[in-house]
């Protein structure tokens, strides 16, 4: 279930396989039978960690998803509560707790387990409402980063970037610290750490007085990262806004990507046994797991979805030539080994349908008039052409109404570009916005205004341009079919972020000092000490292990790109990438928007 | 989206910018075709079921996955599980054998230290003077004293809350919060905010909050979340944060749900001190709702009556309370065009009184009364009269988007080809014009193009004998033409 994670060059079955043992080492301690409450956003990131047959092993006999009301009749001893620590959480438990039946023998324990970690103010409340007493274990699980494939290790912190640049609260960052400590303590002392921003410098700066403070943290693991890399996102606003063009990130775009699921429309993957075709179509949508587990979609996920069809095509090809295979078998043996050969096949052809389906219904999007007008501005803006005035597409979307996010979306991408947009033009897009949405937006405006996403120009200076040509983010030679530079990703939007990392590889930082003082928050470099004996000896011609952590979220175009530079023969560098979320720039300006009550009808 | 082929190619190519399609879009699609049709003909070959194979059913849900299981021990079917899941005990368990480093580290125990920094403090020293034992360098911690701790981690909470009585100083106090801050643990930096609200008065709170900014940052964002309305714009009144208190206050309003209510606090917040440009959009929101409400009282009493032929036949789908200007507009547009100005729901009205511009209430009341068929209406929308009485059309949104609105409120080819016509551009007119087969548009533009070729071509796409055919055929033998081919 989890060989895609030892794929890598780094071996992210371990950091896995330590998660497991500390939710086995829990479970135990609430010894006979268990039912499991689960907060339902944990089950999807508790999925990539364990199956229910490991719970089960451990006396978990149900499991139920957290609601108020009273807790569903199950003869267990123990109940225990999966939650991450929120306070409406609290209230939905209290209620939970309190119409428990007292009369029922045997009496059932209660224990809450917090994930990812045990809040003081929740247990308060706990306190507060009279059942904190009720609960015999209180633990944490440390669910900090959680292994999503063999390259990619993610928090799932979905309000991280919210709090750390609207309400400075830092607790996402701290969590994101003691994340890497883990993974130190696994995969040894990283040497080398880089870092650009604000919270990239608090992160740094808490991994090293962790490391102080607790000196039995010091291992003696032969270091597998040789660099960590530490980036805001707030050093590089601009990528997330931008559609992206990889296949993975398409699928990402239109229907969200969730712990590695998609669910797809299911019209087109209709039962596919002739003869009882067509006659009960599926209507629950079609749930699929995308990770490098599954060969062809290894292959294609990171390709700019141009590129796609031609693979497909080649594959079906290959995949029919080995069916035909059959009819020149003739010998026992022959045949003996083409059904051996089997299995794979089918899953090959299984895999292919799929994809090809998905393609399908992507391509329906792709070649739309919206999109790709949607998409022309965007690369207009990128470009650098026509920031600074209304722009005339963004007024017909609003005028038709559509989705206020696509709106945001837009109006941000030309802010940043244009380093904050005139005065006039600001209020012009806050007024039509306003009028066509709804006054209340006007608490949403101002959260990207803080945030730092759409603002007004100040000192009448731009430095998009400066920005755009020296870290050359907009190529106008892109090959999508064979690329041979990162701003594939984006059909010819270079990602900022991943251009930094491109640069600091080779060849480093100190060539672009002017631009890097034009970027939020500073750029520093931190070495940590390894004991003697465990510096390393590389060989020639080995590649170095860059680990990259996005603060505040990473698209999965900006992943193809890092992995399009793992992959480049004269490299030298293999990169991991950890972040505090996988986002899109819907699910991003969407955390940042004020939660409105639902209209009164 | 059903652009005509030659359109697409060049609007395509007309593009400065790379479009984001197939290079070849025939090949791609074919491409495409081509891997389902191989993918279709060897299902006959392997007829099984495949999802067996990949053990995930319908939904996706691998069986034996958590969300799964859910769904299935609730539904208490534990035991048609057994046999599926002992299939997958295989799966799981060959992970159980690890890289030795990695199993000799419990990863909790690792980490739970993570408040010793500070507690440390507590339980070294007896109780007297706490606060220079903070100050120590982090270097002097002794470890043992730090094991003993992580032992005690797990009672902390309580621990902690009572133990941070023992800080009695007020620079006890700030020691303690400006510790909890270099630990950035949201967490402990909460805890020790609500020790400090509980035991300082609230200036002292205050001022000393006002040079710490995380600190500050995190009191706010704990007051917004318990909903500590009154103790949180206090603190923003004293650090003169005062669009911040406003925006705040407005905040509020969404938790109204009376309207008549809401109306009355809205109406309060007008005199916050919000930025120029925000005042007078929550001025606006106040009136928009008032306006609302009275409209939404007549049109109720309206429709109950059924005296109204325009409300029978199109009933209204929901009130118009709390909705957005622009979707108000249109209302009014529809529901009451032909008041006058001095009624409260007329649209000429709402122009006035929100300052909507003329694009804006354009496209709207073209949208509303296209709905309604209204050509007439639409009509008089573009003509106006100059001095001596002659008429003029004239759109402020361009000619084009006004035959697009049309179309999608699928006007007849008599009413849409009269505004296709007067769309400016030629290129543009003659592909809105084919797009929407207007024939006599595109002949008459041909024919002033003096474009003979284009004219013949068109020939094919007329119905033989129709007017359209006739008014070509009579165009072609008009020797008066001068064709340029």
């Given amino acids: ?601 | 989206m059903s652009r005509a082929r030659a359109d697409e190619e060049e609007y395509w190519h007309s593009s400065k910018f790379r479009a984001f399609t197939f290079d070849d879009e025939d090949d791609e699609l074919s491409q495409l075709k081509e891997s389902k049709r191989a993918v279709n003909s060897l299902r006959d070959i392997v007829d099984d079921d495949d999802d067996d194979l990949e053990r995930v059913s319908w939904s996706g849900e691998p069986v034996g996955s958590i969300s799964w299981s859910i769904k299935e021990t609730a539904s208490g079917s534990t035991s048609s599980l057994d046999g599926r899941d002992s299939s997958l005990q295989k799966g799981s368990s060959s992970y159980a054998v690890l890289p030795k480093q990695g199993s000799s580290y419990s990863l909790s125990s690792l980490f739970k230290g993570e408040l010793c920094f500070f507690l440390s403090a507590l339980t070294d020293t007896g109780g007297k003077s706490y606060a220079p034992e903070l100050r120590r360098p982090k270097a002097e911690y002794k470890v043992s004293s730090l094991c003993l701790l992580c032992a005690k981690i797990r009672e902390l909470p309580t621990l902690l809350v009572c133990s941070l009585e023992r800080f009695r100083s007020l620079q006890d106090k700030l020691v303690l919060l400006d510790e909890a801050v270099a630990g950035h643990d949201g967490n402990v930096i909460t805890a020790v905010l609500i020790f400090l609200k509980r035991t300082l008065r609230r200036e002292i709170l205050f001022r000393e909050l006002e040079v710490r900014q995380v600190a500050l940052c995190h009191l706010i964002h704990f007051l917004r979340e318990t909903g500590e309305q009154k103790f949180l714009l206090d603190l923003l009144r004293f650090l003169d944060r005062t669009e911040e208190v406003a925006l705040s206050q407005y905040r509020e309003h969404l938790n109204i749900q009376d309207v008549e209510k809401r109306r009355e606090f809205l109406k309060s917040c007008i005199g916050l001190p919000f930025s120029a440009e925000d005042t007078s959009h929550i001025q606006d929101h106040y009136t928009l709702l008032e306006r609302q409400i009275i409209i939404e009282a007549n049109d109720r009493h309206l429709e109950m009556a059924g005296q109204s032929e325009l409300f029978r036949k199109y009933p209204r789908k929901a009130s118009i309370l709390n909705m957005p200007l622009v979707t108000t507009l249109f209302y009014s547009c529809f529901y009451h065009y032909t008041e006058a100005e001095g009624t409260f729901s007329s649209p000429s009205n709402l122009k006035k009184t929100f300052k909507i511009p003329d694009k804006q209430y354009v496209l709207t009341a073209l949208a509303a009364r296209a709905k309604l068929r209204a050509w007439g209406d639409v009509d008089a929308l573009f003509t106006t009269k100059n001095w001596l009485g002659y008429t003029k059309k004239k759109a402020p949104i361009g000619f084009h988007r006004v035959v697009e609105i049309l179309q999608r409120n699928s006007a007849p080819v008599q009413v849409l080809q009269e505004y296709v016509r007067l769309v400016e551009d030629v290129e543009t007119r003659l592909s809105l014009a084919t797009k929407y087969k207007c024939h006599d548009v595109v002949i008459e533009t041909y024919r002033d193009l003096k474009d003979r070729i284009q004219l013949i071509a068109y020939k094919s796409k007329v119905e033989r004998g129709s007017a359209e055919d006739e008014k070509i055929n009579s165009i072609l033998n008009n020797m008066q033409i001068r064709w340029k081919n």
């Avoid at chain 1, 309000?159 to 995969?187: I, N, P, R, V, W």
């Avoid at chain 1, 003996?336 to 329906?364: C, G, Y």
């Fill in chain 1, 1 to 601: 279930m989890a060989a895609h994670l030892s794929s890598g060059r780094v071996n992210l079955t371990a950091l896995r396989e330590a998660g497991r043992r500390e939710l086995r080492e829990f479970l135990d301690k609430c010894a006979g039978s268990k039912a499991i409450v689960w907060d339902e956003y944990l089950t999807g990131p508790f999925g990539l960690i364990a199956q229910y047959s490991l719970l089960k092993e451990h006396e978990v006999e149900k499991m139920f998803t957290l609601k108020p009301g009273r807790l569903p009749p199950a003869d267990v001893k123990n109940i225990i509560f999966f939650v991450r620590p929120k306070l409406e959480l609290m209230d939905i438990i209290t209620d939970n707790v309190l119409r428990e039946d007292r009369g029922r023998s045997p009496q059932r324990d209660f224990h809450i387990l917090f994930v990812p970690r045990r809040s003081l103010l929740c247990e308060q409340w706990l306190k507060e409402q009279g059942v904190l007493g009720s609960f015999i274990h209180r633990e944490q699980y440390s669910l900090d980063l959680i292994p999503f494939d063999g390259d990619l290790l993610s928090m799932e912190s979905e309000s991280a970037f919210k709090e750390c640049y609207l309400e400075s609260d830092q607790t996402s960052l701290y969590h994101a610290a003691k994340g890497l400590m883990t993974l130190q303590a696994l995969y040894g002392t990283i040497p080398q750490i880089f870092g650009k921003g604000d919270c990239a410098r608090h992160v740094a700066n808490m991994m090293i007085r962790m490391k102080r403070e607790f000196p039995g943290s010091q291992n003696s693991i032969f270091p597998v990262f040789d660099t960590l890399l530490l980036l805001d996102r707030n050093v590089d606003l601009l990528t997330p806004l931008a559609t992206q063009l990889t296949y993975e990130g398409l699928i990402d775009e239109i229907y969200g990507i969730q712990n590695t699921y998609v669910k797809l429309p299911p019209e087109k993957f209709a039962p596919k046994k002739q003869g009882e075709g067509g006659k009960d179509l599926p209507t629950e949508p079609k749930k699929l797991q995308l990770n490098s587990a599954e060969e062809l979609y290894a292959e294609i996920r990171d390709k700019n979805f141009n590129a796609v069809g031609s693979v497909l095509s080649k594959k079906a090809k290959i995949i029919s030539a080995a069916f035909e295979e059959r009819h020149h078998a003739k010998t026992v043996g022959e045949i003996k080994q083409f059904v051996s050969q089997l299995p794979h096949m089918q899953a090959a052809r299984s895999s292919l349908a799929n994809h090809t389906s998905i393609a399908e219904l992507i391509k329906d999007i792709t070649t739309s008039e919206d999109f790709f007008d949607n998409l022309t501005v965007e690369q207009e803006f990128m470009s650098g052409i026509d920031t600074d005035k209304v722009n005339n597409y963004i007024e017909d979307c609003i005028a038709q109404k559509h989705p206020l996010i696509k709106i945001l979306r837009l109006v941000c991408l030309q802010s940043v570009c244009n380093s904050g947009l005139k005065q006039k033009v600001l209020d012009h897009y806050k007024r039509e916005i306003l009028q066509t949405y709804g006054y209340e937006h006007i608490l949403t405006l101002n959260n990207l205004e803080k945030a730092g996403l759409l603002k007004p120009q100040t000192g009448g200076r731009n430095n998009y341009p400066t920005i755009r040509k020296t870290l050359r983010l907009w190529m106008d030679d892109v090959n999508e079919q064979n690329p041979n530079d990162i701003s594939y990703v984006y059909s010819g939007y270079a990602p900022l972020s991943v251009r930094l990392a491109q640069l600091l590889a080779r060849p480093g930082w100190r060539s672009i000092e002017e631009v890097l003082k034009m970027l939020p928050g500073p750029h520093f470099e931190e070495r940590q000490q390894l004991p003697t004996g465990l510096q390393k000896k590389r060989q020639h011609g080995e590649n170095r292990v860059t680990l990259v952590f996005f603060l505040g979220g990473v698209t999965y175009a900006e992943i193809a790109a890092l992995r399009f530079l793992s992959q480049m023969e004269d490299g030298g560098t293999e990169y991991v990438i950890a972040t505090t979320k996988l986002i899109n720039g819907t699910t991003w300006i969407k955390s940042l928007m004020e939660k409105l009550e639902p209209a009164p009808f």
